[in-house]
């Protein structure tokens, strides 16, 4: 299984971008790269995903290293309801192992 | 449209009880997956089932146990609960196609005393 690596915690102010990082350097050539985010008291909410090339919606993009053993969540514009936790999860054959995510705090 | 739902909401049993818990999943979903959240920590995967057969199973004793039912929900039962056994328990729905995304539910929490 690929293991990932992102920050305890980050920090943002509001209105300003806030990237988050994610190292999952085990990862298999046919793994999806998943972003979920929980917010307090709810389940997981499904932000992103893509595999070799930078995806958008619209409520985030994600950004994939070439080689693949990275990847880099992007909030354009982060406002308070952006605060979470966020999990970068590699998908191994409809397996979604959650670690222990980023939680991402915005200051107004 | 309705999103996943689960019951019961809030759940206190003692130990040695055993518990069931209920998920429906979204409309023209055919895959459910279930998830065990502890405090302070991420969900951890339990089992994922795919039209009514088991397609994915986490680290979990036999204690736990799930099955789906022909029109997609699904149950999560938990026998000789034990006070670790105190979590949230998410449900998630997906459409089980390659890219697997889920929709969770709000969860159940559940209390072992």
């Known amino acids: 299984d690929a293991k990932t690596t992102q920050p305890n915690s980050m920090e943002s102010n509001e209105e300003e971008p806030v990237h988050l990082p994610c190292n999952h350097s085990?990862?298999?050539?046919?793994?999806?790269i998943h972003w979920y985010r929980q917010l307090p008291s709810q389940g997981p909410e499904y932000v992103i995903h893509?595999?070799?090339s930078n995806v958008n919606n619209r409520m985030a993009s994600l950004a994939i290293a070439e080689d693949r053993k990275s990847s880099t969540l992007i909030l354009h514009r982060a406002t308070l309801r952006d605060a979470a936790v966020y999990y970068c999860?590699?998908?191994?054959?409809?397996?979604?192992?959650f670690g222990a995510g980023t939680r991402l705090t915005v200051k107004p | 449209d309705a999103g996943v739902t689960q019951s019961p909401t809030h759940l206190i049993k003692t130990r040695g009880q055993h518990v069931t818990l209920r998920c429906s999943p979204i409309?023209?979903?055919?895959?459910v997956s279930w998830y065990q959240q502890v405090l302070g920590q991420g969900p951890q995967f339990i089992f994922q089932?795919?039209?009514?057969?088991?397609?994915g199973r986490g680290n979990f004793p036999d204690r736990f146990s799930a099955r789906q039912f022909p029109n997609y929900s699904s149950e999560l039962n938990v026998n000789a609960l034990l006070l670790g056994d105190s979590a949230l328990y998410l449900c998630?729905?997906?459409?089980?196609?390659?890219?697997?995304?889920?929709?969770f539910g709000p969860g159940t929490r559940l209390t072992v005393l």
């Open positions: 998630a729905s997906s459409l089980g196609d390659n890219t697997d995304t889920q929709y």
């Open positions: 085990t990862i298999s050539g046919t793994d999806y």
């Open positions: 893509g595999l070799t």
């Open positions: 999860i590699p998908l191994h054959q409809y397996d979604m192992r």
């Open positions: 409309s023209g979903h055919k895959s």
């Open positions: 089932y795919y039209e009514k057969e088991e397609r």
